[in-house]
């Protein structure tokens, strides 16, 4: 398969290729929270998308094998987290496999509907979730705001080429 000069040599869709393209994509980082039976579960999230205003719904991505998934799958309620870029080490934190992301020096707080909600944040929302769509070897998870404060000082964090970035003017 091959296209025009300009575009290069066209590759056939592959899991490698698909990873590719996406790490030339920048991405907010987002800290995704439920809890059962009193424990928390976590995990750092660049699939965020903002889908509706009227009702205010957003989705993000989870994959089936996580070990947050078993959690989310029967949650009613989630905490949706806006990272700065001062929280880089928190962002890894939550997406290291087999990492304590509650403990020491994670900062946080149970908030509405116990959802557990972490301090210092950019921004972040409690959401009732109304769906989980199923997607390959993910869900996507569909869910409708119920509370949050917008009102956290800094900048974004990004995701860029497979590291963590801070947004530069």
């Known amino acids: 398969m091959t296209a ?5 040599t066209a590759r056939l869709a592959s899991p490698q290729l698909f990873r590719a393209v996406f790490r030339q994509h920048a991405a907010g980082v987002a800290v995704i929270t439920a809890h059962r039976d009193g424990r928390p579960v976590g995990f750092t999230a660049t699939s965020l998308n903002s889908v509706a205003a009227e009702p205010p719904l957003l989705s993000f991505g989870i994959g089936t094998g996580s070990s947050s998934w078993p959690v989310v799958a029967e949650t009613e309620h989630i905490g949706v987290h806006i990272l700065g870029e001062h929280q880089e080490e928190l962002a890894a934190t939550f997406a290291r496999s087999g990492a304590d992301r509650f ?4 900062r946080w707080q149970p908030g509405p509907e116990g959802v ?9 929302l409690v959401c009732k979730v109304v769906a989980r769509i199923p997607a390959g070897d993910h869900r996507i998870v569909v869910g409708q705001a119920v509370v949050g404060e917008p009102a956290g000082a800094g900048r974004p964090l990004l995701y860029h080429q497979g590291r963590f970035h801070g947004l530069r003017d």
Request: charged letters at 10%; glycine letters at 16%.
């Open 116 to 124: 557990p909600v972490l301090d210092g944040v950019l921004a972040w």
């Open 103 to 106: 403990g020491a020096p994670t």
């Open 4 to 8: 025009s000069p300009e575009l290069g």
